[in-house]
């Protein structure tokens, strides 16, 4: 190999996107093609200057937008290499075309979004929305919720989208500012036992193999297109998780790191639960500790696997809960939270169903407080006591002016 | 660099091993396919191939069957140019990493689209691939209107011409503005090569293509295709449509190489009337009427002054 390896320490002190960064360089991704949006930029601007100072062997396409960046990562997986791109917010919104076409292709590319709100208003800090616009795209969703995630779940992504049964694209998703820029110790991979648990890429397909030529991005009308439809959902419904359970036992073996699809804490004999992604897992589990210090048995579900999504994991870990808060941070849009439904929906025919209320915060980088958490499960432990919800099913936290709250 | 391919006549042209196979659902007498034929013949290399949505792409890739015997690629509709252009991307790590299945070959990239996806829709995914110097041919199928929908106007549509978003009528005579000048925008992002060409001309067809292909960095070719459906002439009539089109110099075929060195190819012995070209044509029977006769007058002499600035750019060599 033409290019020189990095010595890292066992533990690194970055943020979100330098992990994401490593880990794609790692990775030695073929081709890069990418425009810079902020949170996400430092992710591509550190796999150019990788590329600049030798530590990986690519190519950097930049770019003049991010359709454009999606585009041309669909071209080049189509010829058959390791592609991964980064964006946030409005690039993502830009490029919610091409993510379509992606998935529908087949093409196995990773995408790292660092979770930003989408405007008007113009904002650039975290919250869920862009996450939330992608979740019918056909994509395999993980979710980081610190920049060690940010880190392990790249090389989990590329294991799992490029294994030939699967060939899904796949998004690490990580929180703007509060992951992507908050510095915190990452235990690391050497370069060698992380590109070999990767492990080379395998083509299929590819344009560059001229004896065998192949015809990508076909026409199918109402006489094929369902079930090309319904062939990729089967396989996110059915192959993704074994899949991604298998890869997750591989990476604890190697680094003694667990994931899980849902994850649980204090779950085992909670009465109250909340369900949350990103950051706010880690305030929640420390509210949790604290709650229970003052005799309300609290537990937290983060949620891992945000597509495919965990209906059944999520339905056994809820089972014996008496009530459950979803935590959304992106605007409903007239409606209840994605998770509200999809809690809703993974709970409905469990033969005794807790009380579920959905909770909207954090919108624009709003800062969701252990105050705020202190709050909701005290709310919950007295919807239990009463025995029947009293308060209305979806609040708004965090939001100044008279409370606001619906249903 | 691989050898240029050897090509004496038009029979063994017409006859090479075709890669853009005739089982395909284009309209009778259209001129897409003649183009795409010409330039995939006009080499023997390897090819990735991409179209974007249009004519070209719904008759040719219909899930089970594909026209094509070559890697090919359709994403959408603007984004053509930008697929060809990842793929290059992946060929040269490939090829810098030694990982390339067949290491010797030289591999050809040529996107392929239609006005709407070349001047309208996918105006900036063409002009980043030009910029950024990938190593690249955009193939514009110039049929001056949005074919596969129906016939809407683009910003190739050229005055005077009836388009379903722009129709004559009562009051109107169609489309308002003048086409815009594609060859020369492309040509100044300085790259190494921008040519017209036309389907009737082949020889200088196929020399530009070869020469395309030979230089290093990205190329732009402005094809016209004549519309059998949307310019409403007699499928059988596409190539005597070429031959109005680039004889009355409505289409002049010229070259212009590292973004300013500009070479008529083409200088028709007997330069036939504007008003010819657009009799031929059922977009333009309209304009025969005695209140928008003074649009053929105009229509000659926006021609004839093009045709002189072309020749003035020719001259000064600059």
């Keep these: 190999m033409a290019f020189d390896k990095m010595e890292l320490k066992d533990i690194e002190v970055w943020d979100g996107n330098f992990a994401a960064a490593q880990a794609l360089r790692q990775c030695q991704i073929d081709v890069v093609a990418a425009y810079p949006i902020t949170p996400s930029t430092p992710i591509v601007e550190g796999y150019a200057k990788f590329l600049a100072d030798n530590y990986i062997e690519g190519e950097f396409v930049m770019v003049e937008s991010e359709h454009a960046a999606m585009s041309g990562c669909i071209g080049a997986a189509a010829a058959g290499g390791r592609v991964a791109t980064a964006t946030s917010s409005q690039g993502f919104a830009l490029m919610v075309e091409t993510l379509y076409q992606a998935s529908g292709m087949r093409l196995p590319i990773v995408l790292n979004v660092v979770n930003r709100a989408l405007a008007a208003p113009?904002?650039?800090?975290?919250?869920?929305?862009?996450?939330?616009?992608?979740?019918?795209?056909?994509?395999?969703?993980?979710?980081?919720?610190?920049?060690?995630?940010?880190?392990?779940?790249?090389?989990?992504?590329?294991?799992?989208?490029?294994?030939?049964?699967?060939?899904?694209?796949?998004?690490?998703?990580?929180?703007?500012?509060?992951?992507?820029?908050?510095?915190?110790?990452?235990?690391?991979?050497?370069?060698?036992?992380?590109?070999?648990?990767?492990?080379?890429y395998k083509p299929m397909n590819d344009m560059l193999d001229f004896e065998h030529p192949v015809t990508h991005g076909v026409q199918t009308e109402e006489d094929w297109h369902f079930e090309h439809k319904a062939r990729q959902h089967n396989d996110l419904m059915t192959k993704v998780f074994p899949k991604i359970e298998e890869v997750f036992a591989d990476f604890e073996k190697l680094t003694g790191r667990k994931y899980n699809l849902v994850e649980e804490y204090d779950m085992k004999d909670a009465d109250v639960a909340v369900v949350c992604m990103g950051t706010s897992v880690e305030t929640a589990r420390e509210v949790a500790t604290e709650m229970r210090a003052k005799g309300i048995k609290a537990g937290v579900v983060g949620i891992r696997v945000i597509r495919p999504f965990p209906f059944m994991q999520i339905?056994?870990?809820?089972?014996?809960?008496?009530?459950?808060?979803t935590l959304d941070r992106s605007a409903p849009g007239g409606t209840v939270g994605m998770l509200f439904n999809e809690i809703a929906g993974s709970m409905y025919n469990l033969e005794k169903r807790p009380m579920l209320c959905g909770k909207i915060y954090g919108l624009g980088g709003r800062d969701l407080t252990k105050a705020h958490l202190v709050e909701l499960y005290t709310e919950l432990q007295a919807n239990v006591d009463a025995g029947k919800i009293t308060t209305p099913l979806q609040q708004f936290i965090g939001v100044r002016g008279p409370k606001l709250s619906f249903l | 660099m691989s050898e240029m391919k050897k090509i004496k006549n038009l029979k063994e042209f017409s006859t090479s091993a075709d890669r853009f196979e005739g089982a395909n659902l284009l309209c009778p007498g259209c001129a897409h396919s003649i183009i795409v034929r010409e330039v995939l013949n006009a080499t023997n290399d390897d090819l990735v191939l991409s179209a974007t949505t249009g004519c070209l792409e719904v008759c040719t890739a219909v899930y089970p069957y594909t026209s094509w015997d070559a890697s090919w690629i359709h994403i959408g509709f603007e984004n053509g140019s930008t697929a060809v252009a990842g793929a290059e991307a992946m060929y040269k790590a490939l090829k810098n990493k030694g990982r390339l299945k067949q290491?010797?070959?030289?591999?050809?990239?040529?996107?392929?689209?239609?006005?709407?996806?070349?001047?309208?829709?996918?105006?900036?995914?063409?002009?980043?691939?030009?910029?950024?110097?990938?190593?690249?041919?955009?193939?514009?199928?110039?049929?001056?209107?949005?074919?596969?929908?129906?016939?809407?106007?683009?910003?190739?549509?050229?005055?005077?011409?009836?388009?379903?978003?722009?129709?004559?009528?009562?009051?109107?005579?169609?489309?308002?503005?003048?086409?815009k000048d594609m060859v020369s925008i492309m040509a100044s992002h300085n790259i190494p090569y921008s040519a017209q060409v036309s389907p009737n001309k082949w020889k200088d067809m196929v020399k530009k293509i070869q020469h395309g292909m030979a230089v290093e960095g990205p190329v732009f070719i402005n094809a016209v295709s004549p519309c059998t459906t949307e310019w409403k002439f007699d499928p059988k009539d596409t190539m005597m449509l070429a031959d109005l089109a680039t004889d009355s110099l409505v289409f002049p075929l010229y070259e212009i190489i590292d973004g300013h060195e500009l070479n008529i190819t083409y200088r028709p012995k007997n330069v036939v009337p504007v008003e010819e070209y657009l009799a031929a044509q059922g977009r333009f029977k309209h304009l025969f009427k005695d209140e928008y006769k003074h649009l053929i007058k105009e229509w000659q002499e926006r021609v004839d002054a093009n045709w002189s600035y072309l020749q003035r750019r020719e001259e000064a060599r600059v």
């Design chain 1, 315 to 325: 339905a056994q870990a809820l089972k014996d809960i008496k009530a459950v808060a």
């Design chain 2, 103 to 179: 290491p010797d070959r030289n591999p050809k990239f040529v996107s392929f689209a239609g006005d709407g996806a070349s001047y309208d829709i996918g105006f900036q995914w063409i002009s980043g691939c030009m910029e950024r110097g990938h190593n690249m041919m955009h193939v514009v199928l110039d049929n001056e209107v949005y074919a596969n929908t129906g016939g809407q106007r683009s910003s190739s549509t050229p005055i005077g011409a009836s388009a379903t978003t722009s129709p004559a009528g009562r009051v109107s005579y169609g489309e308002k503005k003048n086409k």
């Design chain 1, 122 to 200: 113009l904002n650039v800090n975290g919250d869920h929305s862009d996450m939330y616009l992608g979740r019918d795209s056909g994509w395999i969703q993980f979710d980081a919720f610190s920049p060690q995630g940010a880190y392990d779940l790249n090389f989990i992504a590329f294991r799992v989208c490029e294994d030939h049964g699967i060939r899904l694209p796949c998004m690490v998703h990580q929180d703007g500012f509060m992951t992507s820029h908050t510095a915190q110790g990452v235990e690391t991979l050497s370069d060698d036992v992380a590109y070999n648990f990767v492990g080379d």
